[in-house]
Structure formats: C-alpha cells, structure tokens
C-alpha cells in the first residue's frame, strides 16, 4: 500500500518517501489527505492557541 507525503518545501504531494524527513509531513493514507496536511496543521495550531489561551484565563482567575 503506497504511502504520501507533504513536502513543505515544494507544497507538493510525494508517493513514497522522496524527500528529507525534516521536509515532510505525513505519511498519509491517501494524496487527497496529504494535500490537506498544511490545513490540518493550521487547525490544529489555531485548537492548540486556544487551549493555551484559555489555560493562561484560568491562571490568572
């Protein structure tokens, strides 16, 4: 079963390990997700900042 990656070099999807570990993000099952992955990095990043904002709320209280 192949395998993709996200290279955040190029934006591009690989088939297969291609690039340098430290240029990737993956693997993912399908192109299609490995597409996505800068999106789901982004939501993920956006879940994370709140939770750390709501946590420094709850310090302060």
Sequence with gaps: M???????????VE???QSSWSK?????PTREEAAQAMQQVRANN??????DEADEADEDD
């Design 2 to 12: 192949a395998e993709y990656w996200y290279n955040v070099q190029t934006g591009q």
């Design 46 to 51: 956006e879940a994370w900042d709140e939770a």
């Design 24 to 28: 990737l993000l993956g693997p993912y």
């Design 15 to 17: 088939e297969g390990q």
